[in-house]
């Protein structure tokens, strides 16, 4: 599968220390494992000129106080609190200064963000789209990202996971909803 390096960012979701880090409170170990397939992503997307974008999950301490319904450390327990070590991005993987670092504090990356603004003004169409969980943050931003008209593709063989049944299905839905999906080894710039 092709893409135009001007019109294509890569898509890091949520590789996190709480979540990819044995010390982390949602640490997931297929999660660990995505640390080096995503790093692969990040570095071919530099390679070719595209522009990479890393997404943080953020929560303020007080974010759920007032929730009528929506409360994620009701059903996750306390997770990357605004601050922590938690909520930094995974030293294996840091940004560097080309790159541009998205927080939010939802499943959906493009909820209440610059997202759409900062890739509308540098011209991205298309959605590499990898990081974890595959079923939740990362699914939720590529259905957001196609209902907002950019091109969505998940890169299968860069996703990490709580159970290998959350990645099929999150990779099969989001290929029949809404977009692609593609193995690292598929991925070509022009």
Request: charged share 30%.
């Amino acid at each position: 599968m092709r893409f135009d390096p001007d019109r294509t960012a890569a898509i890091v979701v949520d590789m996190q220390n709480g979540f990819c880090h044995p010390d982390g409170s949602l640490y997931a170990p297929a999660s660990e494992e995505a640390i080096d397939p995503v790093r692969e992503v990040i570095e071919r997307a530099r390679e070719a000129g595209a522009q990479v974008v890393y997404t943080r999950d953020v929560h303020p301490p007080e974010q759920f106080e007032d929730a009528h319904y929506y409360d994620e450390f009701e059903r996750w327990g306390e997770h990357v609190v605004e601050g922590s070590w938690e909520a930094e991005i995974v030293e294996e993987i840091e940004p560097t200064g080309d790159d541009h670092v998205v927080e939010k504090h939802t499943y959906d990356a493009f909820y209440n963000t610059e997202l759409e603004g900062w890739l509308r003004a540098h011209g991205i169409d298309d959605l590499l789209l990898c990081g974890t969980l595959a079923n939740v943050c990362v699914f939720h931003t590529a259905g957001s990202a196609g209902l907002r008209d950019f091109r969505p593709v998940v890169v299968e063989d860069a996703l990490g996971y709580i159970e290998e049944g959350h990645l099929e299905y999150a990779v099969e839905h989001s290929e029949w909803l809404f977009g692609e999906a593609v193995r690292r080894e598929e991925i070509g710039f022009d």
